[in-house]
């Protein structure tokens, strides 16, 4: 009987368009040595028939009904079942880079990790039907990349590691701490304990700074699209919180509460558009909820401020202020980008980022009735690529353009390099403004 390196485990709801893909990109791993747990919770839409054909041309593939729709109960099935030395977990929307599980488990075995993780990319498909990735990092610097460490001890990682499924899990660690997902039948985030508990006992880590895991992030049925984030957000940190509460563990307590706060701050974007899948009702009380244990968190120095960057910072502190606050700031401040960048019409309007916020601006901007002329970016793999039908050229290419530009800067983490290069180029501060 072969040796088992690598269990990985794919949990299907009604994903045949996907389906295919995601078995496809693990049936093909350079890693031979896999088994292949596809778990379905009751798909009517044809997963399963497509399943069931991939099953039949390998053999490594085991098939396994599921009678909760719950991806948590879903993914601890397949960890119960696993027979790999190391376990994954590959969300069936989604596909792997075919050395992924490969360079993960090299990792892994050769310091006896208790996980190894990667980076991912983002992937969305164009109208054209080409697919743009954009590379995400787990963290702002190359300190924690490429060395084994306690993940406990370094309050980056609480911020940084966000997935599960970026990487693999030795299968003796989980079952001797008792490591599971929370089964909440029709919830989402059920990874958010498991990453906790995973960052906080084990002893041995690494993150490896390559990017292996494609993430799909425009599935329309994707549980982050689904307008009820700070209601899964809830779920799980209530559970962790009630779980945690009395043992006093403050190491603990830093790890979830940043983590926490993070969560809050990303499930709260997009409430101005108002709160979708959720009732007022519901939405102030898990609202209040993180609001009043992040304040309390602060005041105790239990979340530290250094491991955000500073504009994120500063919409925690708005969140924490009032919903109210919040909202009137952020009105404010795409008021001023509306003020800069003229009526509709009158000026082009240049999006300086092709990346995750650069498209999130190209979405907004389309819902004010602006048009975009161009996306300009310094990759320049991209320039002569189109993104939501918008061509990408090089910031030097834009300068050739006729008329009066506008630009509007959509980048996370650079966006004051970006204003000084435009600067440098010769654009006006009256004609520069920025998204997030």
């Not at 190359?142 to 990682?157: H, Q, S």
């Not at 006992?201 to 390559?210: P, R, W």
């Not at 304040?295 to 109210?324: C, H, N, Y």
Request: glycine residues 8%; hydrophobic residues 35%; proline residues 2%.
């Amino acid at each position: 009987m072969m040796e088992i390196k690598v269990s990985v485990i794919l949990p299907s709801l009604n994903v045949k368009d996907y389906i295919e893909e995601a078995v496809n990109s693990v049936m093909g791993q350079t890693l031979k040595e896999i088994e292949i747990l596809c778990i379905d919770a009751g798909s009517e839409d044809g997963t399963w028939e497509i399943l069931s054909q991939l099953a039949e041309v390998d053999e490594r593939i085991i098939l396994c009904h599921s009678d909760v729709k719950s991806y948590g109960y879903q993914v601890n099935m397949g960890i119960s079942m696993a027979r790999g030395e190391y376990i994954a977990i590959l969300e069936t929307d989604d596909y792997a880079d075919s050395g992924m599980y490969e360079r993960l488990y090299q990792e892994a075995v050769s310091a006896d990790c208790d996980y190894v993780k990667s980076d991912y990319f983002l992937c969305r498909t164009e109208a054209d039907g080409k697919r743009t990735f954009f590379r995400r990092y787990s963290f702002q610097t190359d300190n924690l990349y490429g060395k084994v460490i306690e993940p406990a001890i370094y309050p980056a990682v609480a911020v940084g590691d966000w997935y599960l499924w970026t990487g693999i899990y030795k299968r003796k660690f989980l079952t001797d701490y008792h490591i599971r997902l929370s089964e909440t039948p029709g919830a989402a985030y059920q990874d958010i304990g498991f990453i906790f508990q995973t960052n906080i006992t084990a002893k041995k880590a690494l993150y490896v700074k390559e990017a292996y895991y494609r993430y799909r992030v425009d599935r329309e049925g994707a549980s982050a699209n689904s307008g009820r984030g700070l209601e899964y957000a809830y779920q799980e940190f209530f559970q962790l919180y009630e779980r945690m509460k009395d043992k006093g563990d403050h190491a603990a307590f830093c790890v979830f509460y940043s983590r926490m706060a993070k969560s809050f701050i990303y499930c709260c974007e997009g409430m101005e558009e108002g709160h979708t899948e959720i009732d007022d009702i519901k939405w102030s009380a898990y609202y209040e909820w993180f609001q009043y244990r992040l304040k309390a968190a602060l005041a105790q120095g239990m979340v530290d401020k250094t491991l955000f960057r500073p504009d994120v910072w500063i919409k925690l502190e708005d969140l924490l202020i009032s919903e109210a606050y919040y909202l009137e700031k952020y009105r404010a401040h795409k008021r001023k980008i509306a003020d800069i960048i003229g009526p509709p019409g009158e000026y082009a309007v240049i999006i300086f980022g092709s990346g995750h916020y650069g498209c999130e601006a190209c979405k907004w901007l389309k819902k004010q009735e602006y048009g975009v002329a161009y996306f300009i970016d310094n990759n320049r793999e991209l320039w002569g690529t189109k993104i939501n039908g918008i061509e990408v050229v090089s910031p030097q290419e834009i300068k050739t353009k006729d008329g009066i530009k506008k630009y509007l800067i959509a980048n996370e983490m650079h966006s004051g390099a970006m204003k000084q290069q435009l600067q440098r180029m010769g654009v006006s501060e009256k004609d520069i403004c920025i998204y997030v």
